[in-house]
Every structure is written in C-alpha cells, then in structure tokens.
C-alpha cells in the first residue's frame, strides 16, 4: 500500500514556542490530506482538511490561527501548531488518500507525539 | 451528522477466546464506507477492514471476521482465538459521500486485553 510519513515522530517544547509537523506521501500525490489530533486514551478527532493550493478546512472548535495548515504541494502538507501550551500536548496524525477524489482509501501516517513542557 | 459508536469503552479477555467488538454507526447518506483500525501501544494505526454500504457480505481474514448488518446500523468485529499481540485499542470509523467519502469519523475506540 501507500505510505505516508510524519516528521518528527515525537518534540517536546517550551511553552510559547511554535512547532512544525510534517506530513509526506510518498509514492502517490495527495490533493488532499486530513490532521487528527487524539489526546490519551481518546479517539482521533479530525482538525482540518489540507487542501493543495487553497486554504484549509477546520472543524468546529479548532482554532485556525492556532494551527496553521500549509498544503504547497502534492506531497506535502505542514501542521504548525503556534504559541503552543501544556494542553496542546497530543498525538498528532495526518492522512491522506490515494485514488480518484472522494473515493480513495486513506492512508495514516505514524504519527507525531507532541509535548508542550 | 454521521456517528460512530463503540459501546465497550474496555474487554479484557483470557487467550484463546474469541472477543466481539460492537460498533453502531449513524448517518443519513445511503453511500458510505466503514472500516475497523487497530492501534497497538505504539500509537500508530493499522488499516483492517474497509466496506462500502452495498456490500453486507460478512467477510473473514484469518482470525478476523466482521458482521455487517445495514437493518440494525451495525459492523461488528470478532477475533477468534484471541492471542496477546490482539491487544490494542481498536477503532470503528466511518465516511459518507455526503461529506466526501475521504474524510473518516472515527468511533470512540475499544481497548482490548487479552491476557495470556
């Protein structure tokens, strides 16, 4: 199957800094990607769409200043979680699906354990 | 809005029973897929099953069946024989047309035990 890759798989940083996670396909291009965030012993909770070319999608209750999605290529999409705090410590994951669009089978990437100190 | 429910929050079994993961799922679309993922302690998913809406065919892999029932909004997972590596948390996920079929809502997640 496809495989999509997550840089770094884990940080930890202070309190007020801005972290940057990575989200690659590797052998397919994506026009789309998809951000989870699950906190301990939670379920995956979709954060926003990663459109290539255009703005992202946020779910209700995400702050989009907060988490800044950049999807500039067909491979590529970046979570940049700014003036980050202890609570948004969490286990981040994106996806992507592989296929025509709408019908495509997702495929996760390992996920980045992030830790705000 | 489409739902995903995962009754059994936690089941622990002894090795080599078999264990039934019930998921319930909700949505309004005539179209849609459901899917079952496994997340072991090292956090990262691993893809079971995915079905679409038209095909209540119950299929068997190994040790893993599903049983998907359209009449009662169910797609319940069993592992037969359960062994020590089947621990995990395992998750039940659904997408619909309505919103785009790649966009995946996951249930709450069952964590299973099986203790040797």
């Known amino acids: 199957g496809a495989v999509v890759s997550q840089h770094p798989s884990w940080v930890i940083c202070k309190s007020g800094t801005s972290v940057k996670i990575e989200c690659r396909s590797l052998?397919?291009?994506?026009?789309?990607m998809f951000w989870y965030r699950q906190f301990p012993k939670q379920s995956l909770m979709l954060m926003a769409t990663?459109?290539?070319?255009?703005?992202?999608?946020?779910e209700q209750g995400v702050e989009k200043d907060k988490f800044l999605i950049n999807h500039a290529s067909l491979t590529l999409s970046t979570l940049t979680v700014t003036s980050a705090h202890p609570e948004d410590s969490s286990f981040y994951i994106c996806?992507?699906?592989?296929?025509?669009?709408?019908?495509?089978?997702?495929?996760f990437g390992p996920g980045t354990r992030l830790t705000v100190l | 809005a489409q739902k995903v429910t995962q009754a059994q929050t936690e089941i622990s079994v002894v090795e080599k029973e078999d264990v039934t993961l019930d998921c319930v799922y909700e949505t309004r679309d005539t179209t849609y897929y459901l899917f079952w993922y496994k997340q072991p302690p090292s956090g990262e998913l691993v893809f079971l099953i995915r079905r679409n809406s038209f095909d209540e065919q119950n299929e068997i892999s190994g040790r893993y069946s599903w049983n998907f029932q359209k009449s009662t909004s169910s797609f319940n997972f069993t592992i037969t024989a359960s062994q020590v590596v089947d621990s995990a948390v395992y998750f039940c996920?659904?997408?619909?047309?309505?919103?785009?079929?790649?966009?995946?809502?996951f249930g709450p997640g069952t964590s299973l035990s099986v203790i040797p």
């Open positions: 996806s992507a699906p592989q296929g025509l669009a709408g019908w495509g089978e997702q495929f």
């Open positions: 052998d397919f291009q994506a026009t789309t």
């Open positions: 996920a659904l997408s619909e047309a309505g919103t785009s079929y790649d966009k995946v809502i």
């Open positions: 990663s459109n290539e070319g255009s703005k992202a999608t946020y």
